[in-house]
């Protein structure tokens, strides 16, 4: 398979999935705007997928598809689902009985999390009965990652590219149609997420029928391949688990902060979201499977040249996609988000977020790449170390950004994205001196044809756009009209411009690891 036509594909879904994501948004800024049943909802959904990422997208993805990896090239098909019915059987119980507590202890975790709540008993009683509702989607968003790994590894990509589609149409369809039923109308949101996450956990059983990976009860848990998981997971739990504490403290620092700022942040991170998920995501996904099957057959001159692929590929698409959000903060807003009940002061205070998230985003991005690269050698410790460094130094910045220099939320912003650019500096140059990674040549013309090709970008967006008044007296028409014209010019000179320099697409076709 071709690397970069899976890109293209996984990236696709994820196009689909983010616009459905903005539709929902917009839909819920419309109806609920960035006041006090937004921010409850914000933090009640910020609880289940803090534990997502621990049990499904992070730490158990991890651990569990270089070890898949290995167990297909040099076990066979009989091994490799016996390792698969243990591991799904082990994880269904382990996630179900923390959805249980999860739902138990609610109370609990949003005063965890969201202590400023505490002081108005209707907003922390409204987090608390959302969390409740919300709680079980792990368990069917964990089984999703288990099948999602299991299909990557046979390099089946559009399946569980498409999967999140199905949480943002759920959510969609209570705001519009479930919500006029409830006394308390944001309760919908909340069976929204519970209906989602059951539909995406259905979508994966033919899938996995067809290339015969469905599941099994098999509860083993002394099986040699089940052991070296939970192994491996032991400091992938770690690691996730800083990311996720960063997390954690700034929405508790942000439910100080004037109502409002967590649902600012909230909708900032949607938008830097998009390039994020389109681009490392979605490389992260087609990366992980080749590098941990290159690294089983120890091919490690082809490991080193598939990272530096990667590498270049997630600059080429990542740099122009943050000066972007930088300098269209404004018409992206105001376009997306400002109707109804989300006010222009909304508009201003979630662009502050954006271009403090948008220093930060090839950080952001490189991580999920350079970060599979110690997966698939099955190295966990060293990007926890990594990461913990990161999240001090972070926390640092939120004492300097948030209070010293009163940027608030923005600074909560800020803090996050030049945390990343640290860890990815430190992930790349752990690479480069265990000499894991050795860049190929080409890297000086490389960067200078990028250098050029950024700064005509930057000059036709800063020079077409208008001015944030001329945006707020636009109707919707006008505003969409004017930010894809912004965007089509964008595009069209930045990678014209490339073209010109004698950058070709064929430059970065690459084939899959088999």
Request: aromatic share 10%; proline share 5%.
């Amino acid at each position: 398979m071709n690397l970069l036509r899976a890109l293209f594909t996984v990236s696709g879904m994820t196009l689909l999935s983010r616009i459905l994501g903005f539709l929902r948004d917009y839909i819920i800024a419309r109806m609920f705007g960035a006041g006090m049943m937004n921010d409850a909802f914000v933090v009640a959904f910020r609880l289940p997928n803090l534990l997502r990422r621990l049990f499904a997208e992070g730490a158990f993805s991890q651990a569990y598809v270089p070890i898949l990896a290995e167990y297909k090239n040099k076990q066979g098909l009989d091994a490799t689902r016996a390792l698969v019915d243990r591991v799904a059987t082990l994880l269904a119980l382990v996630v179900a009985g923390v959805s249980l507590l999860g739902v138990l202890g609610a109370p609990y975790l949003v005063r965890l999390m969201a202590p400023g709540f505490h002081g108005d008993a209707g907003k922390f009683a409204l987090t608390v009965e959302m969390t409740r509702i919300m709680f079980p989607y792990i368990l069917f968003i964990a089984l999703v990652s288990l099948s999602a790994g299991i299909l990557n590894t046979w390099n089946r990509f559009i399946i569980p590219a498409f999967t999140p589609t199905l949480l943002n149409i759920a959510l969609i369809g209570a705001a519009l149609f479930g919500a006029p039923y409830f006394d308390t109308p944001v309760l919908a949101l909340a069976w929204g997420v519970f209906l989602g996450g059951m539909l995406q956990l259905l979508l994966q059983v033919r899938p996995l029928m067809r290339i015969g990976m469905l599941p099994r009860p098999k509860f083993d848990p002394a099986f040699p391949g089940v052991r070296r998981i939970l192994a491996l997971m032991g400091p992938a739990v770690l690691g996730v688990s800083v990311g996720q504490l960063s997390l954690v403290i700034n929405t508790m620092i942000a439910s100080f902060l004037p109502t409002g700022s967590v649902s600012w942040l909230y909708y900032a991170d949607r938008l830097m979201e998009f390039p994020s998920g389109m681009l490392g995501v979605a490389l992260g996904t087609i990366l992980l499977p080749s590098l941990s099957k290159l690294h089983a057959d120890q091919k490690m001159e082809d490991f080193s040249s598939l990272l530096d692929w990667g590498l270049r590929l997630t600059l080429l698409l990542t740099l122009p996609a943050a000066l972007a959000l930088a300098i269209l903060a404004v018409p992206l807003i105001f376009t997306l988000f400002q109707y109804g009940k989300f006010t222009p002061a909304d508009v201003l205070q979630t662009r502050d977020a954006l271009v403090a998230y948008s220093v930060g985003l090839t950080g952001l991005i490189m991580v999920k790449i350079l970060a599979p690269s110690f997966y698939a050698r099955q190295d966990i410790r060293t990007p926890v170390k990594i990461a913990i460094f990161a999240l001090v130094v972070t926390q640092l910045m939120n004492i300097v950004f948030v209070w010293a220099l009163t940027l608030a939320h923005a600074g909560l912003a800020l803090s996050i994205g030049l945390g990343a650019c640290l860890n990815a500096g430190l992930l790349y140059t752990g690479l480069r001196r265990r000499k894991v990674y050795i860049p190929q040549p080409g890297w000086g013309r490389f960067v200078l044809q990028l250098s050029v090709a950024l700064a005509v970008l930057g000059s036709v967006l800063w020079f077409g756009v208008e001015a944030a008044e001329t945006w707020l007296a636009w109707g919707w028409k006008s505003r969409v009209g004017h930010l894809l014209l912004l965007v089509v010019c964008g595009a069209v000179s930045y990678f014209g411009v490339l073209f010109a320099l004698g950058l070709r697409p064929r430059d970065f076709r690459r084939r899959a690891a088999q």
